[in-house]
């Protein structure tokens, strides 16, 4: 079991109070000054490993070190990119990182309509809405994106990236999901090798939504798709990200039947629940499975038959008893999340002997 913590600087929730969750391991963290097609040194990761170390945790996961849309695209740029990603790795290996967490999004790692929907228990919550994002001119999304998260800089929204939206837009209008798969898999087979050499688990995150957005393709949202990467680049630096809120944003998704297919492919999870009001409209609610949509004892349970010995972590959380921090990433309900994931896998392990 970790928590997400974004780093000095950058989260709302300091390592002392992570440190107080019952059963945390470590944390997952990643360098948000760093743009995609950036280098990651050694440097730079020391200085956040010892960050962490202060405070007596150590890093199990970088999620993410970010993949640039040259790449994505397969621009002439692409595997100058890739060449900075291999540094990255290196880095990342000889300090001792063994998965990476990242994803093969266009332009948007993860799209929400409202960062603040307040639910009926009054708590806030991120939430979507397909009315109202078929409505948005994708050039204002971002101002509206920042606006919504009251000054915090929101992961997968970095305004240097962003600054380019139109450009980003007109460079992908001839790339179809098929052009896109492709160019996954080159990457990972140019990354291979320092993969190999360093054990690094690469696990790619679903897409959030599971759905095509702005007519940007998306190539990562289903049993069939996973299935698909994991057995064309059939090597153990392929991996998955299961992430049961971007997947369950589908309801049509099997996630235990995902969780079997790719049975000794995921070496991290991200467990959170959503709920499901109508077509087109969802809420992340409490990870409680009576509160959200998604059955999360299945779920667990299906990481603890399949052999599970990876790291998880309870993913975005709800805004809770006044607590004002980065959308999805307050303390207090993730930490809610924690001591229920807890409880049920301590029950399964009990019960199973």
Known sequence: MTLRWYGPGYDTVALKDIKQIPGIQGVVTSLMGKLP?????DAD???????ASAEGFEILVFESINISDDI??????????IANYIKSLEAAGKAGIKTICYN???VFDWTRSDLWREREDGSFTLAYNQEVIDQIDVADFRTSMEKMADGHLLPGWEPGRL???????????????????????YFLNAIKDVCLKYDIKMAIHPDDPAWPIFGLPRIITD???IVRLLTTVDSPHNNLTFCSGSLGTNPKNDMV??????????PFAHLRNVRHNSEGDFEESAHLSRDGSIDMFAIIKAFHDTGFDGVYRPDHGRMIWGEKALPGYGLYDRALGAAYIEGIWEALEKAGK
Do not use: C, S
């Open 104 to 106: 093969f999004m266009p």
């Open 37 to 41: 097609g950036e280098v990651w040194t």
């Open 257 to 266: 039947g995902i969780i079997h297919a790719a049975k000794g492919r995921i």
């Open 45 to 51: 990761i020391a200085e956040i490993k010892a960050a």
């Open 223 to 225: 049993k069939e798709q």
């Open 163 to 185: 600054d380019r939206i139109r450009e980003l837009f007109a460079a992908y209008e001839d790339v179809t999901e098929e052009i896109l798969f492709q160019n996954l898999v």
């Open 72 to 81: 994505k695209i397969g621009t002439e740029k692409r595997d100058e990119h």
